[in-house]
């Protein structure tokens, strides 16, 4: 099956640590775009290994599935006759990139690789000796007309940027303005404005400038974005720009505005670096709402995915009471949100609805409440609901109604549960990321302090990284939780093991072999029956430096992966890569 790529690694490709100006050199942009594929490695054209472009970077394709058809495809995508053989990609020397796809499955009448069937970008369980080769057919009457390759284009980027600068030929005056926020004599207010002379012909490029229909613009903009309004057209011009914190969100509002995508796009994953910066949560809401407006659904979504998993902050921040009912809303429909348990999400959103009072209607408290996932609830907190529940003699039936269907999940087994209106596949049934005990536990991995918890056990072979001057120890914590949450398994536990691991050594000893470093570790130590029809998808939680949640990785047959330094599928940025390592066990009934 086609999978739609991940949209979260897609803006987590910019991190910079350490530097406050980004330069986005988006000149050759143009040329490459996503799902391109090339023949590399072989001095003839017509023949190479397979590569294609994803996220902006060249990897392989894996040989799983690979046969005629999908060699056609990548030899008409790139515009031969066809496809002559299949060959092996190391025949043209190993390869070191990403390996983009594997199981790949093509009618052969596809006109892009991409649009073939395939596991999803990245995941694969091949190396780089499975890579795929082809060698397509050649039109043999230009076999005797070889073509060659000249490329000068990086200077074309600063001879545009002279033209724009010189103002030579320019034909199309610009005026900006903007409200000063002073009153003037007359009481009308001041208007600073600012005067650029462009070229009609290099605007044309985008249609919002309207260089066909009139003979010059003025734009309205806001004062703190004014000063950053040449620095964008000299981008047309040139495709390349330093970015600041404070420019970022003016570039990609003047981005979306005038409809230049790439930027919009680019500067968007550099608001990911900006996103942690701030407790105060204002940033992530106010991008939140920026997003909505802008209809930029890559944001928005990676906003929302900052505030599931860093929920518990954000109810304790100042932005928590002015967020709007939809970001609500929308967190409430995720199960990535990072909270102790699901009481705690239930005595929080009732709250939130206390506090505004009035301003929420009765339909929209419900719709809130309803969102709550109540069989979730720990079966001990459900009875003390409706003493303790604000909300409760407001809304009776819905809490009655959602309470008896947590009662039903707490007595019943699944193969039980009859209630007609019972779906299995119902988000009420499904938890989300509780770390309340016994349901998780911790490994503080990033110093060697007083404060580990005292039930780790640590080996004794620790050792010591120089670099950084920090001891470490390899670590391992024992802990056990019910087989699941529901209340007919309350004494049916099963223990596991939690491991980080930091070199070869540590694997190898249990007889693993890792991939990368760290990589954490979640073993159960006892089989859960068959006929429970119990599924554990457990999740492995990074927390940076004790502030906030970086990274939540999936654990693949017992082990997760833990990307450094921005690579793909490390969200935000953490300074130093001291990490909290948090494993949470997240039983469910499928
Ligand atoms: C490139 O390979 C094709 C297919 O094998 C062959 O027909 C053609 O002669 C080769 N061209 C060169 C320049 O070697
Ligand atoms: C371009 O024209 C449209 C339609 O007349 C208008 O809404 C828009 O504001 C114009 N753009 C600029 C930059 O003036
Ligand atoms: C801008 O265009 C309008 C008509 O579209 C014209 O009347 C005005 O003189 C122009 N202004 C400048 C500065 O060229
Ligand atoms: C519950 O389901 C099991 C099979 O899954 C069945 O053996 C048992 O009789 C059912 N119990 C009730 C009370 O329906
Ligand atoms: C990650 O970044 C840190 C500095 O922030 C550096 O010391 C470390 O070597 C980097 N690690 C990798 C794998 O690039």
Same mark, same amino acid.
């Given at each position: ?207 919002? !400038?309207? /260089?066909? &229909?009139? +003979?010059?613009?003025?734009? @309205?903009? *806001? ?7 040449? #620095? ?78 860093? !929920?518990? /902050?954000? &109810?304790? +921040?100042?932005?928590?009471? @002015?967020? *709007? ?7 409430? #429909? ?100 509780? #770390? ?155």
């Amino acid at each position: 099956m086609l999978m739609h790529r991940n949209v979260c690694t897609l803006w987590l490709l910019l991190l910079l640590p350490h530097v406050s100006a980004f330069n986005l050199n988006l000149f050759r942009r143009p040329e490459l775009r996503e799902g391109d594929v090339r023949l590399f490695g072989s001095k003839n054209v017509s023949e190479g290994r397979v590569e294609i472009y994803h996220e902006g970077k060249w990897g392989t394709v894996c040989d799983d599935g690979w046969d005629m058809a999908e060699a056609q495809v990548v030899c008409r995508q790139l515009h031969f006759p066809g496809a002559k053989s299949v060959v092996t990609g190391k025949d043209y020397g190993k390869a070191s990139g990403p390996i983009w796809l594997d199981d790949m499955n093509c009618k052969g009448t596809e006109s892009h690789l991409s649009s073939c069937d395939f596991k999803n970008w990245g995941v694969t369980d091949c190396s780089h000796k499975e890579d795929v080769g082809v060698i397509c057919e050649t039109d043999d009457t230009n076999f005797n007309d070889p073509t060659h390759f000249l490329d000068q284009s990086i200077s074309l980027s600063d001879d545009l940027g002279k033209i724009f600068d010189s103002g030579i030929g320019c034909d199309f005056p610009i005026l900006v303005q903007s409200e000063t926020g002073n009153r003037q004599e007359d009481g009308t207010l001041e208007v600073a404005e600012t005067a650029i002379c462009a070229h009609k012909v290099i605007l044309s490029q985008f249609p919002l !400038f309207n /260089t066909s &229909t009139v +003979s010059n613009i003025t734009v @309205s903009l *806001s004062q703190s974005c004014q000063p950053h309004f040449t #620095t964008f057209i000299r981008y047309i011009y040139t495709r390349k720009m330093d970015v600041t914190f404070s420019s970022v969100q003016c570039l990609h509002w003047m981005a979306s505005k005038f409809g230049v995508k790439q930027l919009m796009e680019d500067a968007g994953r550099l608001f990911s670096k900006v996103i942690p910066e701030d407790n105060s949560f204002h940033t992530q809401v106010s991008l939140y709402k920026y997003a909505e407006e802008t209809g930029d659904l890559v944001l928005q979504e990676n906003c929302c995915q900052y505030l599931a998993w860093n !929920f518990k /902050t954000l &109810t304790t +921040s100042p932005a928590w009471t @002015s967020i *709007s009912v939809e970001l609500l809303a929308a967190l409430l #429909t995720r199960s990535d949100v990072i909270v102790p348990d699901e009481y705690f999400l239930l005595q929080v959103v009732e709250s939130w609805i206390t506090e505004k009072g009035k301003s929420i209607s009765l339909e929209t408290q419900v719709d809130l409440l309803n969102r709550i996932r109540f069989p979730m609830i720990p079966a001990e907190k459900l009875y003390e609901l409706e003493s303790k529940s604000s909300l409760y003699s407001t809304h009776k039936n819905m809490y009655r109604e959602n309470m008896l269907k947590a009662y039903q999940f707490n007595v019943l087994l699944f193969s039980n549960l009859s209630n007609p209106n019972f779906n299995k596949n119902d988000d009420d049934y499904q938890p989300r990321i509780y #770390t309340m005990k016994p349901w998780s536990t911790t490994i503080d991995h990033s110093k060697k302090t007083s404060s580990f918890p005292v039930r780790n056990r640590y080996h004794n072979s620790g050792f010591s990284d120089y670099n950084r001057g920090v001891y470490y120890a390899p670590a391992v914590v024992t802990f056990s939780t019910p087989v699941h949450s529901s209340l007919i398994f309350k004494n049916n536990n099963i223990n596991w093991e939690a491991n980080v691991f930091m070199t070869n050594n540590e694997c190898s000893a249990r007889g693993l072999r890792c991939e990368s470093f760290p990589m954490a570790r979640l073993v159960p130590q006892s089989r859960v029956t068959r006929e429970s029809n119990i599924l554990f998808r457990n999740r492995l939680l990074l927390m940076c430096q004790d502030k906030y949640v970086c990274q939540v990785q999936d654990f693949k047959v017992n082990l997760a992966y833990i990307a450094v330094n921005g690579t793909q599928g490390a969200a935000y940025p953490c300074p130093n890569d001291q990490y909290t390592y948090q494993f949470v066990v997240r039983p469910g009934y499928v």
